[in-house]
């Protein structure tokens, strides 16, 4: 079955950077896009970025643009979300998202499978 | 963006009863292609959400059939015909129509 572990949060310091790799099983990786969506604790769920199946296309959130980049692995099953800059703001669980086979980014609005999500909490 | 306004935002029901969650968005949901990418997540206390009703009204695999989605344009429902303990926790309605995507505030569905 379809299996999404998100692995890598922690404590870190406000200007400081973090790496969440997102490893997948269950289904044919590099066919499909993957998103990040963020969840502050108590708050909703917010979007991050996404990345396309070939990993040609990305697309950020105005709120992390310019400071978290998103990349994958496809030989290793992986996606990545590096996240420099970090605010206190950035401080949520982040969840990497299966979508649809083939999407481009902009067309991935599928949001079908989510992993278990990895907490990141940015404090002095 | 596209603001997604849910109502109420939190729900007290009474165990085998119905309940009905709203969801408005601030433009059309009708994407080029035909379709109406709005979605509903259901989101467990302690758990990831988990998406529920797809293109307004499709069932995602595994999910009972009390609940069902409705709407078009503008104006989206989710309802569950009879509540079950096992359904308490939070719910998102999503567009995926207008970039980026967006979500509603959640609704809040506990047990009275």
């Known amino acids: 079955q379809v299996q999404l572990v998100a692995s890598g949060g922690g404590v870190v310091q406000p200007g400081r950077s973090l790496r969440l790799p997102c490893a997948a099983s269950g289904f044919p990786f590099s066919t499909y896009g993957i998103h990040w969506v963020r969840q502050a604790p108590g708050k909703g769920l917010e979007w991050v970025a996404v990345?396309?199946?070939?990993?040609?296309?990305?697309n950020y959130a105005d709120s992390v643009k310019g400071r978290f980049t998103i990349s994958r692995d496809n030989s290793k099953n992986t996606v990545y979300l590096q996240m420099n800059s970090l605010r206190a703001e950035d401080t949520a669980v982040y969840y990497c998202v299966k979508d649809r086979r083939y999407c481009s980014s902009s067309n991935c609005n599928q949001f079908d499978y989510w992993g278990q999500g990895t907490l990141v909490t940015v404090s002095s | 963006d596209v603001v997604m306004t849910q109502s109420p935002l939190s729900l007290p029901v009474t165990l085998g009863q119905p309940a009905s969650i709203s969801c408005r968005s601030s433009q059309s949901l009708v994407y080029s292609d035909g379709n109406t990418y709005l979605t509903w997540f259901q989101q467990r206390p302690g758990q990831s959400p988990r998406r529920l009703i797809y293109k307004v009204s499709k069932w995602d695999s595994g999910v009972p059939d009390r609940f069902s989605g409705s709407g078009s344009g503008t104006d989206f429902t989710l309802k569950i015909s009879r509540v079950e303990a096992e359904d308490v926790g939070v719910y998102y309605c999503?567009?995926?129509?207008?970039?980026?995507?967006?979500f509603g505030q959640g609704t809040k569905v506990e047990i009275k």
């Open positions: 999503m567009q995926g129509t207008h970039w980026p995507p967006t």
């Open positions: 990345i396309s199946f070939d990993g040609s296309n990305k």
